[in-house]
């Protein structure tokens, strides 16, 4: 059984990597595009099993994509070194903030992860010798000299990195530590689990795939500005992506991703404004009538079943 | 009695204090400590109805601007096609505005109220992102203003000229708080609200119709944010995203005067007010005036968050 299991997932990774050989360039972009998200989704909802939602992942994302840029830019760091050091830079940046946030619970945390991507994003505007002010500043070349193979590699990289990341999460001690302290933090604490430290390995850990998403983003396109690398839409989308899909687990996330990344794709040659109007009733509806999202509420479908 | 004449007398000092340092300011920089108190009435007739819901409904509105905007919209279109000065426009926006605050309690907010927090912000969130999104989608993102004769009406003293239309926010401001004071301490409806906001369970007990409430006060409060809408499109140009900074300028402003305390609201927007114009009058670092608020938000939270914890 084992073996046929690894057989299979070599066989997906095998064709996840000829994937290029059979799509057009414009498919690929939207597969970039949706690897993006689901980095971005995983990462929002790794923190999110330990109970804390951050609105800040647009913050992390634009951090990590301003400090590749830069790293590119003004040292000469090569691009690929360098969308690792904005995930650097984005996981030292949450570990300083975490160490005084992470006190905070709930909807505290919540509204100040929001304020924090605001205030990064206006220091980063008001600092135009360094960043480009609020014009953003251009990289001579896309990474790869725009090569769409090896962007998608890249991306693709990114997104099975996190997955292996929240699968680990998921198997290990680790697990265990953030359902609890989700479920109940007084018992988490009497249990004898140091609360804060978990939290902030999480933070971090997250925070770092968000910046080398941030990094990867800013590469492939080449630019950064203030209001496109701290865009609301990088916070929203990846929560509306992890709720649909199913919270607390990998594949949600990932599905949700998937489903609204090629729907948001099509809608967005049918309705040139306003196409995220799609994503707020999705958010909406999920809330009210299946919070625990598609593959959540299947598998309680599921076990129903199975008891009854 | 020696420790209350003490208290007095460093609310004495504070305000002493805050006086002397406005005379300095409006000798010193008189266009801040004017538009600053404009601005400051702004934010605080907007925080207002927020922290009714919030004190109240229990819930974080994170659809507060939008509603503002769609308000600023609603007297637009009014005096496009009917031309209705927006000013009067505030009426019938009241009347829609309590309409919809009606139909999105019905429809939407009643089923998260003993929902997690998470669901209850992430549904709001949702909510302001249909609002914003229709918005652009039948009006696209195009600022749009309306030219009125009165709004550029100007007063100068000696050799300083300032506008006087703005006073207009002022008096909301005051008529919006007074009102909400009388109506949450004179009247029995506005007592049964302020013991639902402190115990919706025994509130239900002594026999006050909780879901009643909850609805009144938040169509009142939607009511209250889509009639201000009115108002500030006779000054402002606006746009589907308009309303959004408002949103978290209000819950700032709540978190910093505290949860249920209306009063406070309107000091605290003074203080940001005068502080945010006061930064903004230096040229070459305006752009710094908008961290005031999210660094305000932040360090109030953490503060508040500490005490909680000495305690």
């Known amino acids: 059984m084992r073996i046929s299991r690894y057989l299979l997932y070599i066989v997906i990774l095998i064709f996840l990597l000829t994937l290029p050989i059979y799509t057009g360039v414009y498919l690929l972009n939207v597969i970039d595009i949706i690897l993006i998200y689901i980095a971005l989704a995983l990462s929002w909802d790794m923190l999110l099993r330990s109970g804390q939602i951050s609105f800040g992942i647009a913050g992390l994302f634009g951090v990590g994509g301003y400090a590749a840029v830069l790293f590119h830019l003004k040292l000469g760091i090569s691009p690929l070194i360098s969308i690792l050091m904005g995930g650097l830079a984005a996981a030292v940046l949450a570990w300083l903030v975490g160490m005084a946030v992470l006190q905070l619970r709930g909807m505290y945390f919540a509204i100040v992860t929001l304020a924090l991507a605001e205030i990064f994003r206006v220091i980063i505007r008001n600092l135009p010798d360094l960043t480009g002010g609020p014009e953003g500043t251009v990289l001579s070349s896309a990474i790869f000299a725009g090569s769409s193979t090896r962007t998608y590699w890249l991306v693709l990289a990114g997104a099975i990195v996190s997955i292996i990341a929240s699968e680990f999460f998921r198997r290990t001690r680790i697990h265990f530590a953030i359902t609890s302290i989700r479920n109940d933090e007084i018992v988490a604490r009497s249990s004898g689990i140091d609360v804060f430290k978990y939290l902030v390995f999480i933070f971090v850990i997250t925070s770092a795939i968000q910046g080398m998403t941030g990094g990867a983003y800013a590469h492939i396109y080449g630019f950064v500005s203030p209001e496109g690398s701290f865009s609301v839409d990088f916070t929203l989308l990846p929560i509306a992506m992890a709720l649909l899909g199913g919270m607390h687990l990998t594949w949600g996330p990932v599905l949700g991703a998937v489903l609204l990344g090629a729907v948001s794709e099509l809608l967005k040659l049918y309705i040139p404004y306003g196409h995220l109007l799609v994503y707020g009733v999705i958010i909406v509806i999920t809330i009210l009538f299946f919070p625990q999202g598609i593959l959540g509420t299947l598998g309680q479908r599921l076990k129903k079943t199975d008891t009854g | ?311």
């Open chain 2, 1 to 311: 009695m020696s420790l209350l004449s003490k208290l007095k007398q460093k609310s004495y000092q504070i305000a002493i204090i805050s006086v002397v340092l406005a005379i300095i300011l409006g000798f010193w920089k008189p266009h801040v400590l004017i538009e600053g108190i404009q601005r400051a009435c702004l934010y605080a007739v907007i925080a207002l109805p927020m922290a009714l819901i919030l004190g109240i409904v229990g819930i974080i509105n994170l659809a507060h601007g939008d509603f503002m905007m769609l308000g600023a919209y609603f007297a637009y279109f009014l005096n496009v096609y009917t031309g209705m000065d927006p000013l009067l426009a505030i009426f019938p926006a009241l009347f829609a505005f309590f309409l919809i605050g009606i139909v999105s309690y019905k429809a939407i907010i009643k089923y998260v109220l003993g929902a997690p927090e998470l669901n209850q912000l992430l549904l709001t969130f949702g909510l302001a992102m249909i609002m914003e999104q229709l918005a652009n989608l039948f009006w696209t993102s195009r600022p749009i203003k309306l030219s009125l004769n009165y709004v550029s009406s100007s007063a100068t003293i000696g050799s300083f000229t300032f506008g006087t239309y703005e006073f207009v926010y002022i008096g909301a401001a005051i008529i919006v708080l007074a009102g909400l004071l009388l109506f949450l301490k004179r009247t029995s409806t506005g007592q049964a609200a302020l013991a639902v906001g402190q115990n919706p369970r025994g509130a239900k007990l002594v026999g006050i119709h909780v879901d009643r409430t909850y609805l009144l006060i938040f169509s009142l409060s939607i009511a209250l944010v889509g009639a201000i809408g009115a108002i500030f499109m006779t000054r402002h140009s606006i746009f589907p995203l308009v309303g959004a900074p408002f949103t978290m300028k209000s819950f700032c402003l709540i978190a910093m005067a505290g949860i249920g305390n209306l009063l406070g609201i309107l000091w605290c927007s003074l203080i940001l007010g005068l502080a945010e114009n006061f930064v903004l009058s230096f040229r070459g670092y305006a752009g710094w005036a908008d961290i005031l608020f999210f660094a305000l938000i932040v360090l109030v939270i953490m503060i508040r968050s500490r005490q909680r914890q000495v305690k």
